[in-house]
């Protein structure tokens, strides 16, 4: 399932790259920026939202406003860096403030972790470690999934979270390489050390006949 985000920044350029990066990111799928709180709230009321994208500084009030209001999840990308604002984005409900300018993969790296996040609420219950877990991921910029670092190997390990993230369901080691684009065997070790990071879960899918093949995802 797609996830809806509202870009919202009264730099209409500003608000297409926002735009761009969130696109670039597998399983997000960024609405028609929009520059002023009043549209927000608007397509916020009549559409369907799951991530709002805020500015702070508005022409005719900031962000932080909306995010008060509003029932969605949210975060801030501003250039104000004091740090009373910041605290009254999080106070408001800010699940993060990220200072402009930023890098790509800052907001994409957030937006990663915020998809195995939102993931979480699917279950009916919680229970307080896997809470802590999942909140600890959600801000933790070095956790299984953000960018990853330059070198072969994390890129492809990076490209099969994508992979597993954007699929309906669970996935065989092969067909996550023909996803990748890579060997089996290759897909297979990166599949072991996410799995040990648990970063995926690993389930066994019983046929017939045979051994039992392992299935991986996320969340």
Partial sequence: MMINVLVLDDDFYVGQIHCRYVNEVAGFNALEPVR????????????????????????????????R??????????????????????????????LKPFAAEELQDFLRRYARFRRYWDREKVSQPELERQLR??????????????????????????????????????????????????????????AESRAVTVSLQYGSTGRPEHLYGVG
């Fill in 36 to 67: 002023d709180l009043r549209t927000a709230r608007t397509i916020i009321a009549e559409e369907d939202v799951d991530l709002l994208l805020a500015d702070y500084v508005l022409p005719e009030g900031n962000g932080v406003e909306l995010i």
């Fill in 69 to 98: 209001e509003a029932d969605v999840d949210a975060i801030v990308l501003s250039a104000v860096a004091d740090s009373d604002v910041v605290r009254s984005a999080l106070r408001a409900g800010a699940m993060t403030y990220i």
């Fill in 137 to 194: 991921s959600l801000h933790d910029v070095s956790s299984p999934g953000s960018a990853p670092a330059t070198g072969s190997g994390s890129s492809t390990s990076g490209r099969i979270l994508e992979a597993l993230e954007s699929a309906d369901q669970p996935l065989t080691a092969m067909e996550v390489s023909e996803v990748v684009g890579t060997s089996r065997a290759t897909a297979q070790r990166h599949l072991a050390k996410l």
